[in-house]
């Protein structure tokens, strides 16, 4: 619909290797969410972070616009933790993929988190990797991203630079798809031919469209924030 009524054009193309999964039910949150009683360091999720869970189990695609303080990483291990697929969560630096993989064990009580990058392929059902290691085009890296059902992009507003383009589109059987950002909306850029591409094309076409919009000044009002 964003194509069409924007007047661009676009082909679809069908992959026969396309695998859609299951999605898990959007009813009963609390009973999806009674793992959390059990950590070592039980947790709740706020009110408007189990809205964004809803809605992320509602849909399997889309991109959540959550402020610094808002729980970004709690939202998102919540939602790898129920969809329980073989995820990839993307990152760009090493400094994110390390917090990250503190934070998915912290909120979901899985400690075999893998990682991909710096040098290092310790691959799991629950994989942190850097972009700029998975975007190298290598047999190991194409299987490896062939064989994922979930992705989740930190930091989603970078998917415009070619490096996330060319990952996302080897995820071919990744149906889930959800991306993390404070400041979602992308930027126009030249293109080959001299004219200008909206770069939200990307963000809507590898992602899909916005779910949920939090505000610093509604989480400050809310007394979330300070």
Known sequence: RYLTKN???????FLDQYQPCQKPSDENLEDQLFFMKNLDEPISLRDYQKECVKKGLKTTRGIFEVPTGGGKSIIMSTL???YDLPTLILVERLDLAKQLIEDIAFYTGDHSVGFIGDGQWRPSKIT???VQTLSRKNKKNIEFLKNLKMVVI??????????YVGVLTNCVNASVR??????????????????????????IGLIGPKLCSLQTRDLIKSGWLA
């Open 7 to 13: 007047n661009i054009k676009f082909e679809i193309e």
């Open 128 to 130: 942190v990797g850097l």
């Open 154 to 163: 930190d930091e989603c507003h970078h998917v415009k630079a070619n490096s």
């Open 178 to 203: 959800f991306g993390f950002s404070a400041t979602p909306k992308a930027d126009k850029v030249i293109s080959e031919d001299g004219g200008f591409v909206n770069q939200d094309i990307y963000l």
């Open 80 to 82: 790898v933790k129920t």
